[in-house]
DNA sequence: TATATTCGAGAAATCGATTTCTCGCAATGG
DNA sequence: CCATTGCGAGAAATCGATTTCTCGAATATA
């Protein structure tokens, strides 16, 4: 009863050839599309396969092929749900050019990151989206010594295959600083993270050329260094509300550091966004979620997957070619209720307004 | 330069077994420890795998032995927390068991989940986990037919080589209600979803029970029943507020629906908990973030992805038997903001923490 | 018309393991 | 002391595809 025993359950080459009545290597001719089957043949060879339900082993292709068709993704954590979301996009574009995906998330446990790089490398994977954020002190090494092609964000890795995603900063802090400006904001401070790490200059750049583009002094954008923390937040907040003429808005280089800016003013009795307009970076899980929910930066996912998927398919196509292009993927503003015009603008905003009903009326 | 051109990377079988001076099959049975080899062979092995760095190619393994060591698992919306705190589980206990594992989130969408489930087939993989919570229209037929093993919830796949996850409601919806009877509710609503569902009977029945074990009259411990959505929600809410002696509690059979219960008791000015006490059932990724936030009976994902990995390694054991003893899963209350002591209840409290402050003072 | 060239399809080699077969040697028993 | 059994290790077959080799037929060229 049911399928025979001893006997795979499933249909092989050899059995299609049969019933199409031509050689296996004619199949497979067919089944791949590479060499040019005589019109008659290739009909035969796919009413066969129709008929017999056939789909061609992966495991004996990657075999002989020597390409697994599997990519892998490293992620940080994947109860961000930033990750989840990505993984979605990149395992659809994956999907839909036949490859699988080892999805694995770091926690930001080296050691498991090791265990899971492990496996990439033993399942023969063909490539390795690195999107952690983080260059992980040789994590990368295993990878690169098995020449596997490898995408990665901002950094990129010495010596190996690999193709660098550029995150454009600029774009997102520019629709920000923008956004500001349109409130009315005219003095907009800006907490950056520690300078040694590049991705923070890029932003503390970023935000400078922005000001400086729609016209603001630089002293009336004043950039204070602190930690990526909740403290380098707390002491950016301090620092700009001691300072002798207050910004009405902060930008954070991340949304950490917004998060403990927003406590400082839930602390001082400063309501946000009333007082004080707040705009961080990266749109982590938590954004969503502080009181109030925070304006920030963010990346799009799905622009990230389609990149670093492009990415390694300009890897595969390039050779032994080791430095490719970087490929710039854009940031933009998400705003929810941290930003709003400051209250001396409001004022002169409702003046304006005034003599606008007084125009309409006329 | 770099890697020689035309050789593969890899150290194969063949290089090991030179190096250590035997057979490839010696390094085979080495490998897989599972014939016995002289102990100085075995020595030799190791130290030439060591050596060499030689890892054994899981498509040419997967290809003669038939087993691909690939797991598929289907969850239903990867941006539900729940499900990626699933995954991972559950791809971490596949992995410390060598398996890779696949997954696919329908997003509620037939063709997607079709999609993916051809995937499954096509790359072999040797047995699937559904965890869906709902048994897809013919969705499954096509792993059936191949026979693959199959985990599923609740409901069993007619004809499939299966084991079922009886999740055990009534775990949870006890402690919920013993809970709510701990602060002191007499009279607990419980809104239902529709009764075809079995899912639905069984935590129907499971309340029922409980508000029997401690001692709830029936009328005490009315059920109405309505559909799984906010509008079931608000018509039970609606059902139980307008009935002669409302109950000062309500338990609901899905999350949805108490979030309908909340919408209703926030515009009829009731005060959730003070007023009325709510609890949903799932603990979906909003029930988090309501307000307040919602006392929810759920699943550990913990228990579930293992539970489900069991089921599989049962029926890799079961050889053709079909029906397995299915494996049950606890439920569990998670305390969040919507429940506390009712207002006729505080007021005793009160006498009564009054009575032992005296009491404590004697 | 005879020869060179192209092209399409089958035969056979290959990928890298596992597993069955086979054989020699040592141990056991009559 | 010889025949039988058991066991460990190498030889060879196998898994299911792709890809190279080979050869005959068809077409193009002189």
Redesign the pocket.
């Known amino acids: 009863m049911s399928t025979q025993k001893g006997k795979?359950s499933?249909?092989?080459?050899?059995q299609?050839a049969r019933r199409a009545?031509?050689?296996?290597?004619?199949?497979?001719?067919v089944?791949?599309g590479?060499?040019?089957?005589?019109r008659h043949?290739a009909k035969r060879v796919w009413k066969a396969i129709e008929e017999l339900g056939?789909?061609?082993?992966p495991?004996?292709?990657a075999?002989?092929?020597?390409r697994s068709r599997v990519l892998g993704l490293l992620v940080s954590e994947i109860t961000n749900p930033f990750f989840p979301e990505l993984m979605q996009s990149f395992e659809d574009l994956a999907g839909a050019h036949d490859f699988e995906v080892m999805v694995g998330s770091t926690n930001y446990n080296l050691e498991r990151a090791r265990v899971f790089i492990r496996r990439l490398v033993q399942r023969r994977v063909e490539g390795v989206a690195v999107m952690t954020f983080r260059a992980e002190s040789h994590l990368l090494d295993e990878l690169i010594a098995h020449n596997i092609p490898l995408v990665t964000i901002d950094v990129s890795a010495d010596g190996a295959r690999s193709v660098v995603l550029e995150v454009d900063y600029a774009l997102g802090i520019d629709q920000a600083v923008q956004h500001l400006a349109l409130l009315g904001h005219r003095r907009i401070g800006f907490a950056s993270g520690p300078m040694p790490h590049l991705t923070n200059v890029r932003r503390r750049d970023a935000f400078v050329q922005s000001a400086h583009k729609i016209g603001l002094p630089s002293q009336s954008a004043p950039v204070f260094v602190g930690e990526h923390t909740f403290e380098g937040g707390t002491q950016a907040a301090l620092h700009f509300l001691d300072s002798k003429a207050p910004p009405t808005a902060i930008v954070c280089s991340n949304d950490m550091m917004a998060v403990g800016v927003l406590r400082v003013m839930s602390e001082r009795g400063i309501k946000v966004p009333r007082d004080m307009s707040v705009v961080g970076f990266d749109d982590i899980h938590l954004a969503e979620f502080v009181n109030p929910p925070l304006t920030s930066v963010r990346m799009s996912r799905q622009d990230l997957a389609q990149a670093a998927f492009r990415g390694l398919e300009k890897l595969w196509s390039a050779g032994d070619e080791k430095s490719l292009q970087p490929i710039r993927v854009g940031t933009s503003l998400v705003v929810r209720q941290s930003t709003d015009a400051p209250k001396e603008a409001l004022a002169a905003l409702g003046r304006r307004s005034r003599m606008q009903d007084k125009l309409a009326i006329r």
Chains 1, 2 share one sequence.
């Open positions: 795979r499933g249909v092989d080459i050899i299609v009545e031509v050689s296996p290597a004619t199949v497979s001719r089944t791949n590479r060499s040019t089957v005589a043949l056939y789909t061609p082993n495991q004996a292709r075999l002989v092929s020597g």
